[in-house]
């Protein structure tokens, strides 16, 4: 069982054909321990990097770029080595109930709705909704569609439809959890996430700089088609403080329409592939036990910040949010060591080719029709 299983139980439910006893934790607490442990050390490795590489290379030919690496990159990183080095020596499997993904990241999100401010949004929401609702429109259903004729089962579907087209890992998360999926399709899911996003840290604002796109532009198209916030926010400062602000709100809108989809996947799944599997019809507590509750924080996260600011003095608001950044970049950033831990090759192979042809297409198709809202909605827009 991987990090990313047992980080997930609480999203999905356990399968009929998983019969193997699970450790409680007073059996298991030293590997908890110390898989936490792995994290936090690996976390604050990060920030040493973030911080250090640009000093320790200044001058030299890597001193440029190294001053636009974000920490979302060197996080990756670390899990991946850490990932390869914990494979090893045999202990990762030991060690992953401590790699604790899915907590982090949804901490994470809810505080990212404490940054967020509403007077800009407004400002800025008329083509944000309009670009988010027919972004994920045509990327899910297309995505959808492609992966029934190469044959997917239905919740792989779901969840990689969803994370394509909202918000990556968490988005897959939020759609586990609504259509009860297999916990490794989770894990596959998360670990194509993490397998496309990363190059598209550095490509899309390179290829915005090519085509010669607009900050308001560049942002849009940063913000409506990589699939992580984290990554978003890695793409948006390598293009520019103006792109940084458009990308931040557009993906904060895909976010925010999170919790339609999970509603609209619940009642899909409950009301029609259950039943043709012979479910009873779903009540309104399974409705609420399927509903990804981190959406709710996130959404009163947002409102406290936007009362609590309009407020307090403007210097008092702007600390405290700082504090919530603060603290949203260390979930994020332990968050992302540990998909990188969690990393699993061996789910790639057994899903097959299928599922990674279904995600390119669905890439590629999310790049030209984000591309394409982007440069109509935006192009006379300016920050």
């Not at 997930?8 to 009929?16: G, H, I, K, L, N």
Request: charge should be neutral.
């Amino acid at each position: 069982m991987s990090g990313t299983d047992i980080a997930a139980t609480s999203a999905v439910d356990e399968q009929p054909d998983d019969t193997s006893p699970v450790p409680s934790f007073k059996e298991n607490w030293p590997w908890v321990v110390g898989g936490l442990a792995v994290v936090l050390v690996l976390g604050i490795l990060t920030f040493v990097l973030t911080d250090g590489v640009p000093r320790w290379t200044e001058g030299t030919g890597f001193g440029t770029i190294a001053d636009s690496i974000e920490f979302p990159v060197y996080a990756i990183i670390l899990g991946l080595l850490g990932n390869a080095i914990l494979s090893a020596t045999k202990l990762r499997e030991k060690l992953s109930p401590g790699f604790r993904t899915e907590f982090l990241i949804k901490t994470g999100l809810v505080l990212l709705g404490a940054s967020i401010n509403f007077a800009i949004i407004v400002r800025a929401a008329g083509p944000a909704i309009l670009q988010a609702i027919l972004l994920i429109s045509i990327v899910f259903f297309s995505t959808w569609w492609v992966s029934g004729k190469l044959g997917l089962d239905d919740r792989l579907r779901a969840l990689l439809s969803t994370a394509v087209s909202i918000c990556g890992v968490s988005a897959a998360i939020a759609a586990a959890g609504a259509v009860k999926a297999k916990r490794e399709h989770l894990a596959y899911t998360a670990s194509l996430v993490i397998l496309f996003a990363l190059p598209a840290i550095f490509v899309l604002p390179w290829l915005a700089g090519v085509l010669g796109l607009s900050p308001a532009v560049t942002g849009a198209w940063i913000g409506g088609n990589i699939d992580t916030t984290a990554a978003v926010t890695a793409a948006g400062t390598l293009a520019g403080e103006q792109p940084l602000q458009i990308a931040a709100i557009v993906k904060s809108t895909q976010n925010a329409l999170l919790g339609v989809a999970a509603i609209l996947l619940t009642v899909y799944f409950a009301y029609k592939v259950e039943r043709t599997e012979g479910a009873p019809r779903p009540t309104a507590r399974a409705f609420w036990d399927r509903f990804p509750k981190f959406v709710l924080g996130f959404l009163v996260a947002s409102i406290v910040a936007t009362i609590y600011s309009s407020a307090v003095p403007s210097d008092v608001s702007k600390a405290a949010i700082g504090v919530a950044n603060n603290l949203r970049t260390w979930f994020l950033t332990f968050a992302f060591v540990s998909i990188g831990l969690e990393f699993n090759i061996k789910a790639i192979r057994e899903a097959g080719w299928r599922p990674i042809v279904v995600f390119v297409i669905a890439t590629v198709v999310n790049l030209v029709v984000g591309l394409g809202l982007a440069l109509l909605l935006w192009h006379n827009f300016t920050v």
